[in-house]
């Protein structure tokens, strides 16, 4: 069983920033796809970053410019750094991996943005 372990988040003014992690419990290299989503109250669980196995990026619309997702194989530890934050980016924010066959979540953590 595969443990993902969130970290980072928090309460930040509008346009500050923070660096959400994702700590695995093996070898991320396995994995053909880690991503971050987030789910706001009241709202359905949306992708805001992925990156796969190979390097490749997606963004949400939202976000694109001010998020950046990146995975470092050597910690196994997959990161969201977050910019210009916004009110509306205020979610509880979940790792997401995949293998083939299954894909495993994190507990999320929170993310106020709030002055």
């Known amino acids: 069983q595969v443990q993902l372990v969130e970290s980072g988040g928090g309460l930040v003014d509008p346009g500050g920033s923070l660096r959400l992690s994702c700590a695995a419990s093996r070898n991320i290299f396995s994995f053909i796809y880690m991503g971050w989503y987030r789910q706001a109250p009241g709202k359905q669980r949306e992708l805001v970053a992925s990156?796969?196995?190979?390097?490749?990026?997606e963004y949400a619309d939202s976000v694109k410019g001010r998020f950046t997702i990146s995975r470092d194989n050597a910690k196994n530890t997959v990161y969201l750094q977050m910019n210009s934050l916004k009110p509306e980016d205020t979610a509880v924010y979940y790792c997401n991996a995949r293998e083939i066959a299954r894909q495993y979540w994190g507990q999320g953590t929170q993310v106020t943005v709030s002055s």
């Open positions: 990156i796969t196995s190979g390097g490749t990026t």
